[in-house]
């Protein structure tokens, strides 16, 4: 397959002769997807190339692969784990998962339970200690259907050790209306434990007695022993399986601060709208499959053209934490060089993902998208109806979105900057050159009908299946993180250096983290 797209790029390097004349574009690449619209229109597709793919998909097993994923056999071979996400969303399970699935189900209950135990005993604030996927989902979703929230419930969140971010999460709260929630699959992350410990001493320092700081203390995890041994009562415990990944775990207990702002119904219906995606991607023919052609083309761009980074700028304010979500789904899922195998990966693999929200960056990195040197695909994500009063803003702000995925694709000519010119001469040139827009620059679409919690739902569900989907292609395993540990071990063994200043610092460290040290020891 990767050669087939490298091939198809070395043919195809002039996007807009592609898509002219070629009306039937946007709707053999458009897809309609529940709430969603997929548009791939403006991408360096052609048909020729999705039958070639779609036999090339079939020869490397890919529907197999999808099953090993449903069927929750082992897809996560360095830890020996299935990835089990699917599951949580799933109407039914299979008769050898159906165990799993009704204790899932059971959890459910629990969330629902609790969350109403919880605003019973007055509580109006959740702040959510928990870092990477313990922290991106729910904050996502929160701010992304925060205008449904259930009246008087809120939530706030804390995932940086920085004390400034946990002061900040904490200023103006009372303490007797509020309760924490420790979010770490493991337990044992250093930012979650340290806030957690914090967020106990400060319920103390406010004069809240021991057994009020218990009931204020819930945990989400996967390691129920250890929430139970930091001091967790059994019945504010919510646990989620080891095979469901820390970036994965939205829909898991992870997503109890949800169940709580929004309702157990919203969660439910974010759960469907993954459950349809996940029905679509094992169902739907490769080419009219929305994650597997999203696969194709960052394969496409970041194998056949070569881009290193894809930018995700969302037209909706609600979305402005999907660049960074997607950055750990994407990256920490697949940033990899190393195969499953052990051997060396021989293609670049995850792309950098970075972005923002429309039209703010307009003014900030859209003139580098559109003439720096480095061509880097955009993804548009936005809602074609408004949830807000200032409805007469929308058709502006989708404008603006219609206006920049056309200008990337056209471009501007210097005949055409030329004739723009008021006069003549070496600076009239000058100028006109430097308003020139080579154009020929790829983007997606993605389209929802409203921002509902299903439609957020299908979203992340789509981007779930590309990264396993593109992880496969690859050959790297889409479930680990091992390169996150060497800092957090060296962390480990540089911690005490700083708390006491005293320490020997060991000659083995290189120098110029040797010099740091000091200066950060001289306070
Ligand atoms: O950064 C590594 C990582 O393990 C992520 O994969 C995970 O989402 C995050 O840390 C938090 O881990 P935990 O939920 O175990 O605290």
Redesign the pocket.
Known sequence: MLEALRAHAAAHGDLRALVAGDHVRASTLGIELGELWLDLSKQPLTLELLDTLSLRADGQRLRDALDDLFAGRIVNRSENRAALHPLLRAVEAPPHLQAQHAAMRSVRNEMAALSDRLAQSGIETLINL???????GPKLAYEALRSQRIAGRHLRFVANVDGAALEAAVAGLDPTRCAFVL???????Q??RMNAISAQRWLAEHGLPGEQIAQRMVAL???PDAARAFGIADDRILAFDEAI???Y?LWSA?GFPLVFALGADRFESLLAGAALVDRHVQSAPWSKNAPFLMAVVELLHRIGYGYPAQAVVAYDERLARLPEYLQ?LVM?SNGKSITVDGSELVVPAAPVIWGGVGTSVQHAFFQSLHQGTDIVPVTFVAARNADHRFADHHPALLANMAAQSAALLRGRSFEEALAQESETGEMAIARARQRVFAGNRPSTTLLMDRLTPSALGSLIALYEHQVYLVGRLLGINSFD?WG??LG?ELCGELLPLLTDVRSPLPASLDAGTLALLRRLRAG
């Open positions: 928990g870092i990477g996927g313990s922290d991106l979010a770490s699959k493991s337990f044992g992350t930012e979650t995890t996967a390691k990944g820390g970036r775990s992870i750990q920490e993180q996150v540990e957090k």
